[in-house]
């Protein structure tokens, strides 16, 4: 055998080499994900940049996978049919419950949305270990909301509802409550959006409740275990890497 032959054949050895390497990497075949769900700031939306951190923190997970991504929004009710069906492969952005685990298949979480204590920094207090502790200060909520079971039934509380979020956080500003009481996500969500100073905000430990999201895939589509494992796969790169807390850091959630 001469010797350009010897290099043909060895440039196509390593070719197909590195072509197993990649079809080994990844446990399906690349391609793009359609994924769907409702418009739920501040975690996804179709207005939101790079269409709300939750998106692009999964996003960014599928894409170390070797897939790329597509979001549609829609109503939450079409959106879990569309993947029940397998028409869309991922439900993008859940709560678990044994119930949807019967019909999806439920990563493991994502993200865990806080439900708690904000506090006026002026305050000087950013922990408490009993609600107790807090009696001698006025706490805002959205009126008919449910924040936890122990704060809910805390009727020592100072307690004093408002028809929206919104308003509570202008009140905060304006020092006429001293806390508000909610999901933390989405109180650093409404005060961006009204160019509050976070600076001035205390997320207080512990939080009362959490709630962790996921995605769900289709169990309707055929390679629905192994396009979860490329998931899981790339999402664990991304924090061992610190790309996740980097994301997070950028769009202001961490």
């Not at 962790?212 to 390679?223: C, E, K, N, W, Y």
């Amino acid at each position: 055998m001469n010797i350009t032959r010897k290099t043909k054949l060895h440039a196509l050895l390593l070719t197909l080499l590195a072509a197993l390497g990649t079809a080994l990497s990844t446990g399906v075949q690349a391609r793009e994900i359609t994924m769907c769900t409702l418009n739920w700031e501040p975690y996804y939306g179709s207005d939101l940049p790079r269409q709300g951190f939750f998106t692009e923190l999964v996003r960014t997970a599928f894409e170390r996978a070797g897939h790329t991504v597509k979001v549609e929004f829609m109503p939450w009710a079409r959106a879990m049919l569309e993947v029940k069906q397998g028409d869309r492969e991922v439900l993008l952005g859940a709560y678990y419950t044994e119930e949807r685990a019967k019909t999806y298949r439920a990563s493991e979480s994502i993200y865990t949305d806080k439900v708690g204590l904000v506090a006026r920094k002026d305050l000087g207090i950013d922990s408490f270990d009993s609600l107790r502790e807090l009696t001698d200060y006025t706490i805002g909520l959205g009126r008919g909301y449910a924040v936890s079971e122990e704060f809910d039934s805390a009727d020592y509380l100072d307690k004093e509802p408002e028809k929206s979020q919104v308003l509570n956080i202008r009140k905060f500003y304006a020092g006429r409550i001293d806390m508000i009481a909610g999901s933390f996500a989405s109180i650093r969500y409404l005060a961006q959006q009204q160019d509050r100073d976070l600076s001035r905000m205390v997320f207080m430990e512990p939080a009362l409740k959490e709630n962790t999201l996921h995605i769900m895939v289709s169990r309707a589509i055929p390679d629905s275990k192994e396009l979860l494992a490329d998931f899981h796969r790339g999402l664990e790169e991304i924090r061992e890497d610190g790309t996740y807390d980097r994301i997070l850091t950028e769009m202001g959630y961490k």
